[in-house]
């Protein structure tokens, strides 16, 4: 194949996506309702931090989720476990429960479960969002308490 | 060597990802080894309901030993386990009875690999998730060599991986994203292991090996390929595949001034379509169907979250077809960036932008497609996977 020809995807896609911001800051500007996104430079950092939040949010273990585990209130617990407390007839119960009754209820059930799905995964990247904010607001923290010390030796100094 | 090759289902009507995989290295394998195919007596991956005959038979160049199912799955229970593991709540022993139920059990082929396991200088065995590999690898730890067909599905994340990931001899990958997440999720260092995707043939060459039973799967006929241009989705139509979004994403292109462009589907349906003039469903299609909707579309789009490998990505390539691929599916979006083969997407503006640009820049569009099919010419014809796999295999 002639190498002259040969076309890098990478640099398509970095074409793509530079259009595709534009696009959607466009749109996210929604006729001055946002009027922040009128900042190209400022709607490029929203995105990339909103961006690096959801990539990935599957396999980021989330601090946030880390710290309300174990909490009850804050848990989906979405799935029926069918099972029963009493020693001698629990088996029969859990039977009747799995054969008899669920199979009635399977549409509702399922129906459901699909939208705990999606509202766990919405959570999911919703917890990611927040934090990459907080590390983009501890960040800033962290320079601003540098540049206040650095501020005040000056200002010792000079005095 | 002596070789065994241990799977959920194996046979000529088998239809299935790992299954097809399977079949086809065994038989490959053979014209060099003694190969002895190790399964189960069933043929529905739903029920796991025993259909085939226990004991031996041959299937094309491969003697096959058939383990009866002991107990066909419990499918409610199996959705309950399935929901507990999805949502990320398992405990340990969920886990184990994920894996019991996911089955198919057969305990028979665990007590062979217990007693003739010693026989054989490799055992490979095909996908993690079911019962033949899950509870045979620790039987056979040091002569085990995993394919694993992982994808980025809850079911990787299990608590017990970490530690069975470490258990094999060695490991045959279908991709390097592939190798890179199970080396993410083991507890410890990897085996040695190789990566060898799948074969293709060149679509003017007849193979040799055996083909799907033609009285097996349902034909679907010869369908006339639909006026004007069009991108191609090939599979199953299901939500599991990402069609949902595909559906809702190609709307979205055609309302944002998309151009005369149709979506072919060309699958088994397992989804309510929306009845859109743009937007045609072939049910399935017979492979010449299949091959004359690949050579005629624009592109062919895949839009899959979770792959292990491809083979529809490889075949659209086969016939110099232009990809665009869902860019949040690592596999795919490492397939396409290697072989400069497509274009991919993280949402709805992108895919409209990156379909836009193939079907208005036809010599952008052919380039891609062309640079595809070299990578598949160069990766994935049949004598350069079989090399890798005999030379890994050897060591």
């Given at each position: ?159 | ?221 010869h369908h006339v390929l639909p006026n004007g241009p069009f991108v191609l989705y090939l599979g199953r139509v299901d939500p599991n595949k990402g069609c949902e979004t595909l559906l809702r994403y190609f709307q979205e292109f055609l309302d944002r001034g998309g151009t005369q462009l149709k979506l072919v589907l060309a699958g088994p349906v397992f989804m309510p379509i929306p009845s859109h003039p743009s937007i045609v469903s072939l049910g399935f299609v017979d492979e010449q169907t299949r091959a004359q909707l690949l050579d005629a579309a624009v592109a062919l789009v895949v839009p899959s979250p979770y792959e292990s490998l491809c083979i529809a990505l490889l075949e659209g390539w086969n016939h110099s077809l232009p990809a665009l691929v ?70």
């Amino acid at each position: 194949m002639d190498a002259q020809n040969r076309i890098d995807v990478s640099r398509v896609m970095a074409d793509i996506r530079t259009r595709a911001i534009a696009e959607l800051r466009e749109r996210a500007f929604d006729r001055g309702n946002t009027p922040e996104f009128a900042d190209a430079e400022l709607f490029d950092i929203v995105e990339r931090v909103l961006r690096s939040a959801v990539d990935d949010s599957d396999r980021k273990v989330l601090l946030l989720s880390e710290i309300i585990a174990g909490d009850k209130d804050m848990t989906l617990e979405p799935t029926a476990r069918i099972t029963s407390h009493r020693p001698v007839v629990g088996s029969f119960i859990v039977f009747v429960k799995r054969r008899l009754l669920q199979p009635f209820t399977r549409w509702l059930y399922e129906y459901s479960m699909d939208n705990f799905r999606r509202q766990a995964q919405i959570n999911r990247v919703l917890f990611a969002a927040v934090q990459a904010l907080a590390i983009e607001t501890a960040r800033l923290r962290m320079e601003l308490d540098a540049a206040r010390a650095d501020a005040s030796k000056r200002g010792s100094g000079a005095a | 060597m002596k070789l065994a090759c241990v799977v959920q289902r194996y046979g000529l009507d088998v239809v299935g990802g790992s299954e097809s995989h399977c079949r086809s290295i065994a038989e490959r394998l053979a014209v060099n080894h003694d190969v002895t195919v190790l399964t189960s007596c069933a043929a529905d991956y739903l029920s796991w309901k025993n259909t085939y005959p226990p004991g031996a038979s041959v299937v094309g160049r491969v003697r096959v030993l058939r383990f009866p199912v002991d107990r066909p799955r419990d499918t409610s229970h199996f959705a309950e386990l399935n929901n507990i593991v999805a949502g990320g709540r398992a405990t340990a022993d969920d886990e184990a009875a994920w894996f019991l139920e996911n089955g198919p059990q057969v305990p028979a082929l665990l007590e062979y690999l217990r007693a003739h396991g010693q026989e054989y200088d490799r055992i490979l065995f095909w996908t993690y998730r079911y019962y033949p590999s899950y509870f045979g690898v620790p039987l056979v730890r040091d002569r085990a060599v995993l394919v694993p067909t992982a994808e980025e599905d809850p079911v990787v994340w299990l608590r017990s991986l970490a530690e069975f990931f470490t258990l094999p001899r060695g490991y045959v990958f279908l991709t390097p994203e592939e190798a890179e997440l199970v080396r993410g999720r083991a507890s410890g260092p990897l085996p040695p292991s190789c990566v060898i995707g799948t074969g293709l043939e060149n679509p003017d060459v007849v193979a040799g090996f055996s083909r799907p039973n033609p009285s097996g799967p349902p034909k679907g006929g010869h369908h006339v390929l639909p006026n004007g241009p069009f991108v191609l989705y090939l599979g199953r139509v299901d939500p599991n595949k990402g069609c949902e979004t595909l559906l809702r994403y190609f709307q979205e292109f055609l309302d944002r001034g998309g151009t005369q462009l149709k979506l072919v589907l060309a699958g088994p349906v397992f989804m309510p379509i929306p009845s859109h003039p743009s937007i045609v469903s072939l049910g399935f299609v017979d492979e010449q169907t299949r091959a004359q909707l690949l050579d005629a579309a624009v592109a062919l789009v895949v839009p899959s979250p979770y792959e292990s490998l491809c083979i529809a990505l490889l075949e659209g390539w086969n016939h110099s077809l232009p990809a665009l691929v869902n860019g949040r599916c690592r596999v795919l979006k490492g397939q396409v960036l290697r072989a400069n083969g497509g274009l991919f997407y993280h949402n709805v503006t992108e895919f409209v932008t990156a379909l836009r640009d193939l079907v208005d820049q036809p010599e952008l569009s052919r380039q891609i497609g062309r640079q595809g099919r070299e990578y598949v010419d160069q990766h994935y014809r049949w004598p350069t996977v079989m090399q890798t796999l005999e030379t890994f295999l050897a060591g």
